[in-house]
C-alpha cells in the first residue's frame, strides 16, 4: 500500500540548486514524485552564522514504511557529500521527514510529524505551495493556517 510522504529538503553548500537538483533525481528511485515546490531561498535558524540555504518542499508517493524511507534518505544524504559535523550547521543536503499520510511515529531513530515543523516558515511557505490543505495528524491544523501562524521574522524568499 502506498502512502505520501512529504519530504523537506534544503542545502547551504556548493551549488545549492544542483545539490537540490540531484536529491529530487534521487528521490525519484524510491517511488512517484508527486510535487515538487519552488525552491526558496531562507534564512538560517538556530546556528545563524552560515550561508543562507535554498529549501523546497516534496510530495513523495512510497510503497515503504516510515523507518525505510528515512534510511533511505540517510543514504542518500551521505551519498551525496553530507557530513553531520555541527549539529545544525552547514550542509550540502538535508532531507526531513515532515508528514507521512496521517502516520504518528514517535521513536528514538525518528519522530513523525516533523516536531519542529510547525514552527519553521522555512519548511511551511514550500509545504504551503505544494499542499496547503494537508493537516497535521497532531496538531489538527491545516498547513496554511501553520503558516499564518508561524512567528515573524524567518525570511524566506522565493528563489
Not at 524510491?30 to 531561498?41: E, H, K, P, R, T
Not at 543536503?93 to 515543523?117: C, K, R, S, Y
Request: hydrophobic share 40%.
Amino acid at each position: 500500500m502506498s502512502v505520501i510522504a512529504y519530504l523537506s529538503l534544503g542545502s547551504n553548500v556548493g551549488d545549492r540548486h544542483s545539490n537540490l537538483g540531484e536529491a529530487i533525481r534521487r528521490l525519484g528511485s524510491l517511488g512517484q514524485i508527486v510535487s515538487v515546490s519552488s525552491f526558496y531561498n531562507t534564512e538560517p535558524v538556530e546556528v545563524t552564522d552560515q550561508a543562507w540555504f535554498l529549501n523546497c518542499a516534496m510530495a513523495l508517493e512510497c510503497g515503504s514504511k516510515p523507518g525505510q524511507l528515512m534510511s533511505e534518505l540517510l543514504r542518500i544524504e551521505k551519498e551525496m557529500g553530507r557530513q553531520r559535523i555541527q549539529r545544525k550547521g552547514p550542509r550540502s543536503i538535508d532531507i526531513d521527514i515532515l508528514l507521512f499520510g496521517d502516520a504518528v511515529v514517535n521513536t528514538p531513530e525518528l519522530t513523525i510529524p516533523h516536531p519542529a515543523m510547525a514552527r519553521r516558515r522555512f519548511v511551511l511557505e514550500p509545504l504551503a505551495e505544494i499542499a496547503p490543505e494537508i493537516r497535521h495528524p497532531l496538531l489538527n491544523k491545516k498547513v496554511r493556517e501553520l503558516l499564518a501562524e508561524v512567528s515573524p521574522g524567518q525570511r524566506v524568499q522565493k528563489a
